[in-house]
């Protein structure tokens, strides 16, 4: 299934350009449809993301589509989701969920989603895994359906097995200063990082 098809008033929008957030307008939900689809796609298109065995319950009422106990495939992880997507003020959509995530490759990740480029920059520099028991994310979206950072409200914790963190400019600079090129990676193993993103900025716990 090829869900892009429906993310564009532009009927001539190919599926390279729907795959780009830029060509995505505000999906309005109805008001008046109260259904329930118990969901089993194979593979499923979804903008720039190939989403395979999506599995669970997905349900349209007032203006707001909601997933219950969804379980899918994405970049080489496994996934799960609760929340909604809703329209009750449709120039405000807003997001709410909660996602597990177990074993997705950090530079796949940063590729992916805009979001993770604006929050965490830092992650363009980073190779491994990482997974989530908990990933809450909230926030509102604007006119081309991207959050409004300022809204946006996460938190959760980041599981890091095994990870190495590389070219940046800082370590790299004292590494040479002190001719030490071992100091100019970072290794992350067995890492538990618990977090939390508000008002456009990241606090951390001690870890």
Same mark, same amino acid.
């Given at each position: 299934m090829?869900?892009?098809?429906f993310?564009s008033?532009d009927?001539? /929008?190919? *599926?390279t %350009?729907a %795959?780009?957030t830029n060509g995505? *307008?505000?999906?309005e939900?109805? &008001?008046?449809i109260d259904?329930?689809?118990t &969901?089993?796609i194979?593979?499923?298109v979804?903008t720039?993301?190939?989403i395979t065995?999506?599995?669970?319950?997905?349900?349209v009422?007032? &203006?707001k589509?909601l !997933?219950?106990k969804v *379980?899918?495939?994405l970049?080489g992880?496994?996934?799960?989701?609760d929340? !909604?997507?809703?329209? /009750?003020n449709?120039?405000k959509?807003t997001?709410?969920?909660?996602?597990?995530i177990?074993n997705?490759?950090?530079?796949k990740a940063?590729?992916? !989603?805009n979001?993770?480029?604006?929050?965490?920059?830092?992650?363009e520099?980073m190779k491994g895994?990482f997974?989530? &028991?908990?990933?809450k994310?909230?926030?509102?979206?604007?006119?081309?359906?991207k959050?409004v950072?300022?809204?946006l409200y996460s938190?959760?914790?980041l599981?890091?097995?095994?990870?190495t963190v590389?070219?940046i400019?800082?370590?790299?600079?004292?590494a040479?200063?002190f001719?030490?090129?071992?100091?100019?990676?970072?290794?992350f193993?067995n890492?538990?990082?618990?977090?939390?993103?508000?008002?456009?900025?990241?606090y951390?716990?001690?870890f």
């Open positions: 090829d869900a892009n098809q993310l008033t009927s001539n /929008t190919t *599926a %350009a %795959a780009d995505m *307008a505000i999906i939900l109805p &008001s008046n259904f329930t689809l &969901s089993n194979q593979k499923l979804y720039n993301m190939d065995n999506f599995n669970g319950t997905v349900k009422a007032n &203006s589509l !997933f219950n *379980a899918l495939n970049l992880s496994s996934m799960n989701l929340g !909604f997507y809703e329209t /009750t449709p120039k959509p997001v709410d969920m909660t996602f597990g177990k997705l490759d950090i530079q940063f590729i992916t !989603f979001t993770i480029k604006k929050i965490a920059p830092i992650a520099k895994n997974s989530t &028991s908990i990933f994310f909230t926030t509102t979206l604007d006119s081309k359906m959050p950072y300022e809204s938190a959760g914790d599981q890091i097995t095994d990870a590389t070219n400019d800082a370590f790299n600079k004292v040479d200063a001719k030490r090129d071992e100091w100019k990676k970072v290794d193993k890492v538990l990082v618990k977090y939390e993103i508000k008002g456009g900025r990241i951390t716990k001690p």
